[in-house]
């Protein structure tokens, strides 16, 4: 057992630090990208108490904190890649309080996503951010990468829900701003320099969240098209109609491919793109709406489904949580980044992705929020070729460039980790990044968090 190990464990109760090499806490969803770090020491806080002093011992002895929620995220944010202490949130789970009459709840880090949207649920509320693998995704990570999902399009991301946030910051103290009220200007913004933190500004253990009366009624709507041109105008169409949707998603042809045969119904032979919408609200609106949505879709499509609530609409839904696992099982592994760009360079931006996976030598597709400009450009690779997984970290880069080239962002909801690491000079002026930085040394001087993450320049 290593020093830190050691005093941790000497410092903390029972069995709440762990060797490092314990499995399972050395990688994250880009393992498959070949990023796997290594820890000194793993402590798993029951307690906000805990977790202060657990930073404090690594402020002290300027060893790394990596915070980690359930390792779902997509960018390394949460893999040890400079060693130092992994502080995993998993046992963090109490609900502090839920308050459903006022439409809030006060929630650890470590609470599972699906969770707070199973007990909202059950008390006729909705706590709208839906971002994938929510049965292993922790809020806390939730906040910490400001992650979005289908739904963002009428909703928001995550932090548009979160009204307080209690986190540990260097040199080990604990700070709450915000809290169970739903207006406050009275300060500098801190809680959103929390939110989308990623770790490196401090370890967040606690938010309040605000939650919003279910909608009665949610009904989606697939429309197939020839093309992307015509899958766009669509969105477009949708859009110019003034109709507010909550999800408006984008399938291309390559994700079509991967995950047309488990689609409900079957796929069209000529459709080569989709369109995914879903109206919500009392029921009478919300068939008004998509009956609307379906007229603007129409026009240029090869097929619009209209599936039923209940069963129908969970089984589309499943099918489109599992359109990324189908795309990987092509090949056994993919790199895909969540660029964003204006609604208006969409197909651009689809093509473009097509074509930077073809002059890299990959197999490429991409798909996601079409509403929010958010693409998941995806390049399809076998995990064990090292020759793909260079090719691909060099496509990605194009990637970052045409988004900044199209007026958009190098990420919409994934973050930027370790794995988009100074692409952020691409989209902000030379001032803005030294903001950027001016803020990191703020909360910490000494860079004992999450070093190397989210930062703004290489």
């Known amino acids: 057992m290593n020093a830190a190990a050691r005093d941790l464990g000497a410092l903390l109760a029972g069995d709440s630090v762990l060797p490092g090499d314990a499995s399972g806490y050395s990688s994250a969803e880009t393992e498959g990208r070949n990023l796997r770090g290594r ?119 995550t932090g548009a829900w979160v009204t307080g946030i209690e986190a540990v910051v260097p040199p080990g103290e604990v700070i709450a701003v915000g809290g169970p009220i739903r207006k406050d200007v009275a300060g500098y913004d801190l809680r959103s320099l929390l939110v989308g933190s990623e770790g490196t500004l401090g370890v967040i253990t606690a938010i309040w969240l605000r939650l919003i009366p279910a909608p009665e009624a949610a009904l989606p709507l697939v429309a197939f098209y020839p093309s992307a041109e015509d899958g766009t105008a669509a969105v477009r169409a949708v859009m110019e109609a003034g109709l507010q949707v909550a999800a408006l998603e984008f399938l291309d042809g390559g994700t079509l491919q991967a995950a047309g045969a488990s689609y409900p119904g079957g796929v069209p032979e000529t459709a080569a793109f989709a369109v995914m919408a879903e109206a919500d609200g009392d029921a009478t609106a919300t068939e008004r709406l998509r009956s609307e949505a379906a007229e603007a879709m129409a026009p240029a499509a090869v097929r619009v489904d209209a599936p039923a609530a209940g069963r129908e609409s969970a089984a589309l839904w499943r099918w489109r949580d599992g359109v990324s696992i189908a795309v990987t099982a092509r090949r056994g592994g993919k790199a895909s980044e969540d660029i964003v760009v204006p609604v208006e360079h969409l197909a651009e931006a689809i093509a473009e992705t097509a074509a930077i996976g073809a002059r890299h030598g990959l197999e490429a597709c991409s798909w996601g929020h079409a509403g929010d400009g958010n693409l998941h450009s995806t390049f399809l690779l076998e995990p064990t070729d090292a020759s793909q997984l260079a090719r691909s970290e060099r496509a990605a880069v194009e990637l970052f460039e045409l988004a900044a080239r199209l007026g958009g962002s190098i990420s919409g909801e994934h973050g930027v980790g370790w794995i988009k690491r100074g692409q952020l000079e691409r989209q902000w002026d030379p001032r803005a990044l030294d903001l950027h930085a001016a803020v990191k040394h703020a909360f910490d001087p000494s860079g004992v968090m999450n070093p190397g993450k989210k930062s703004a320049r290489p």
């Open 39 to 157: 820890a000194d020491a793993i402590v798993l806080p029951r307690s906000t108490e805990e977790a202060a002093a657990a930073v404090r011992w690594c402020c002290e002895h300027d060893v790394p904190v990596v915070p980690r929620g359930g390792g779902t995220g997509f960018a390394g944010g949460a893999v040890p890649v400079h060693g130092g202490v992994v502080l995993a949130l998993e046992r963090m789970t109490r609900v502090r309080a839920f308050d459903a009459a006022l439409w809030r709840m006060h929630a650890e880090a470590g609470l599972r996503t699906a969770h707070v949207r199973r007990l909202a649920r059950e008390s006729g509320l909705l706590f709208p951010p839906d971002p994938g693998a929510a049965e292993q995704s922790q809020i806390g990570g939730n906040v910490a990468t400001n992650a979005g999902g289908p739904h963002a399009f009428k909703y928001g991301v």
